[in-house]
């Protein structure tokens, strides 16, 4: 039987993510919203330093730090709950794994130079995304000759690099990607397909909250968009996701304790 789906909460310490923007940039407004969150039910928390929204331009490595360091510092002394750094930065990924993050959540896959080696000398997981282009150019005209199989090909290339720097497999969980470089149809193909992706032997990570392809079809904004995002969530846990990303805690707890209950006949 497959273990309880995951509950990861986010916490952007962003002037300029999609949903929550600004919200919890000041330290201690983050660190209070993290206790919320795990008051809410939350297993892991995901904290966020840089928008990888369409069109977001990068943030320098030492504004990127000043933002997540702290947060994630105070959160560690405070409790023992699982903390993710979502960056794709090599400088903040070591910074982060020696102030005690059990997590990078990487959208570039450890692309960047020195990633893999960083991680890979650590004992930290690592959830690697696929992404097509970057956040600043993947929604322009994405296109594939396949998609679940040019994300499956991305996918296994990556994993072979972790296998190569030693990185055991039990510590990866892999995220085909959700609004990163795909179109609407692209991402219902992989929603509806999502079970393909447990042929690696991995946890697979859903991140579909308030995402623009519950928009296109609701045609209601990112702060509506709660019931969108519950139905999208327990239809990847019904085709295999492992781990759900998500704004709305509590209402995704009731709807992975809902899901959990149907499990066990």
């Known amino acids: 039987m497959r273990d309880k789906p995951k509950l990861m909460a986010i916490l952007n310490v962003t002037p300029d993510s999609f949903s929550d923007g600004g919200r919890f940039l000041e330290t201690g407004r983050a660190i209070e919203t993290a ?27 030492d504004e990127e730090l000043q933002r997540v360091i702290p947060v994630l510092k105070a959160i560690k002394s405070e409790v023992e709950i699982p903390v993710s750094i979502d960056t794709k930065k090599t400088a903040v990924m070591e910074a982060a794994i020696l102030e005690g993050a059990d997590m990078i959540n990487d959208v570039n896959a450890l692309r960047a130079p020195g990633a893999l080696e960083a991680v890979a ?26 998609v679940m199989s040019d994300i499956t090909s991305f996918l296994l290339e990556r994993l072979n690099a972790c296998h190569a720097h030693g990185i055991a497999k039990d510590r990866i969980i892999l995220d085909p990607g959700f609004g990163f470089g795909k179109t609407v149809s692209h991402n219902y193909q992989l929603l509806n397909q999502l079970n393909h992706f447990t042929q690696f032997g991995v946890p697979i990570l859903a ?59």
């Open 35 to 61: 206790m919320e969150l795990i008051e809410q039910g939350a297993d892991i928390i995901d904290i966020g330093g840089e928008s990888t929204r369409p069109g977001a331009e990068e943030v320098p490595v």
């Open 121 to 146: 000398k650590s004992d930290v997981r690592i959830c690697l995304m696929h992404m097509q282009g970057t956040p600043k150019t993947m929604q322009k005209a994405p296109t594939y000759d396949d």
């Open 207 to 265: 991140g579909i909250s308030r995402t623009s392809m519950i928009g296109e079809v609701t045609g209601r904004p990112a702060q509506d968009r709660l019931a969108g995002s519950l139905a999208a969530g327990t239809i990847a846990l019904m085709n295999g996701a492992d781990v759900l990303r998500v704004h709305d805690v509590a209402e995704t707890r009731d709807a992975i304790d809902v899901f959990w209950a149907t499990q066990s006949f």
